[in-house]
């Protein structure tokens, strides 16, 4: 386990700037972060692993993005849109950022999330479960 709030595991075959930003961005925050490079495995490396490793009373995902904005999912939005944010030279982006509590709970984010989605999450007691956004029904679904 770590000594840090907030760990982004990143594929090493990816540009790691948008996830350094990402740590500077938590660091700037308040939040202690840091920021691996996962070696590459056989098959995608597209999926960015964000590991809360501090047990919080209340949903975690507002506990760490209401530093980050005065509205915590805006905060949410622009963290995660940073990290899945496309190059302007065409450099792959990640498909994926899966949020994780070490107490359990996973909340898998996309680039097509809408703003509803974030808003919904930041209200989501991810704990125990895997989350995905079903676009069909605009919820959050276990799964």
């Keep these: 386990m770590t000594d840090h709030e907030v760990e982004i595991r990143w594929p090493s075959a990816l540009p790691s700037s948008p996830a350094e930003e990402g740590q500077d961005l938590l660091r700037a925050a308040g939040i202690d972060a840091a920021c691996l490079l996962l070696p590459t495995r056989r098959?995608?490396?597209?999926?960015?692993?964000?590991?809360?490793?501090?047990?919080?009373?209340?949903?975690?995902?507002?506990?760490?993005?209401?530093?980050?904005?005065?509205?915590?999912?805006?905060?949410?939005?622009?963290?995660?849109?940073?990290?899945?944010?496309?190059?302007?030279?065409?450099?792959?982006?990640?498909?994926?950022?899966v949020f994780?509590?070490?107490?359990?709970?996973?909340?898998?984010?996309?680039?097509?999330?809408?703003?509803?989605?974030?808003?919904?999450?930041?209200?989501l007691d991810a704990r125990g479960e895997s989350w995905t956004w079903d676009s069909r029904h605009t919820m959050w679904v276990p799964g």
Excluded: C
């Excluded at 905060?75 to 944010?85: A, S, V, Y």
């Excluded at 996309?110 to 509803?116: A, G, I, K, M, N």
């Design 43 to 97: 098959g995608a490396a597209d999926i960015v692993l964000v590991l809360v490793t501090t047990a919080v009373a209340e949903p975690f995902l507002r506990t760490i993005f209401e530093k980050l904005a005065v509205d915590a999912h805006n905060g949410l939005k622009q963290f995660t849109d940073r990290l899945l944010k496309r190059t302007s030279d065409g450099t792959p982006a990640p498909q994926s950022v």
């Design 100 to 123: 994780e509590m070490s107490a359990g709970g996973r909340v898998t984010f996309t680039s097509d999330v809408p703003e509803r989605a974030y808003e919904q999450a930041v209200a």
